[in-house]
T-cell receptor
């Protein structure tokens, strides 16, 4: 079946602009995660949704970052007033359940964000 | 916070040999681990999950977990150039997996033809 998809694959924006990154999880997966990966680093956790609600947003770096998942499926990561330091690959992952043997996270291809 | 230590490498192994990737952890509460593989410019891909002491084999891959020594390893037999990637040892979340995963930089493996 289809895996996690993310759009756009690449996004170039100017400092100060607003961007939205979209994630479409694997069908039926209840949990959705956002990560950010800078060059040479491992992915860094940002936020996790169980259904429609953000169960853990402790990784969001500041209040310029916000994410929603209004219908419990597709999620959008929103970044306001972008800064050059926001440049990274933004990864989305989903898992079938939370806890138990079906909580393996499957990653999408990522969105490469470049802030000029 | 769950953290692991891995040698960032690069670890260079000749083709056909066994590649041994090691990971130590400090949190005794960590009970299980994922091994993810990440090719350059690609997203992480799960290759193994281990939760019991001992070995778990899947094809050319063997994961080993020693909870007493707080040590996790991944062995790749008959290594191929296509195994060249960064390998990430990741502890499973405390809430039965509900947490976001904590990644380190991983080990960069190079298989030399």
């Amino acid at each position: 079946g289809a895996g996690v998809s993310q759009t756009p694959s690449n996004k170039v924006t100017e400092k100060g602009k607003y961007v939205e990154l979209r994630c479409d999880p694997i069908s039926g997966h209840t949990a959705l995660y956002w990560y950010r990966q800078s060059l040479g680093q491992g992915p860094e956790f940002l936020i996790y949704f169980q259904g429609t609600g953000a169960a853990d947003d402790s990784g969001l770096p500041n209040d310029r970052f916000f994410a929603v998942r209004p219908e419990g499926s597709v999620s959008t990561l929103k970044i306001q007033r972008t800064e050059r330091g926001d440049s990274a690959v933004y990864l989305c992952a989903s898992s079938l359940t939370v806890g138990g043997s079906s909580d393996t996270q499957y990653f999408g291809p990522g969105t490469r964000l470049t802030v000029l | 916070q769950k953290e692991v230590e891995q040698n960032s490498g690069p670890l260079s192994v000749p083709e056909g040999a066994i590649a041994s990737l090691n990971c130590t952890y400090s949190d005794r509460g960590s009970q299980s681990f994922f091994w993810y593989r990440q090719y350059s410019g690609k997203s992480p891909e799960l290759i193994m999950f281990i939760y019991s002491n001992g070995d778990k084999e899947d094809g050319r891959f063997t994961a080993q977990l020693n909870k007493a020594s707080q040590y996790v390893s991944l062995l790749i037999r008959d290594s191929q150039p296509s195994d060249s990637a960064t390998y990430l040892c990741v502890p499973r979340g405390s809430g039965g997996g509900a947490d976001g995963l904590t990644f380190g930089k991983g080990t960069h493996l190079i298989i030399q033809p």
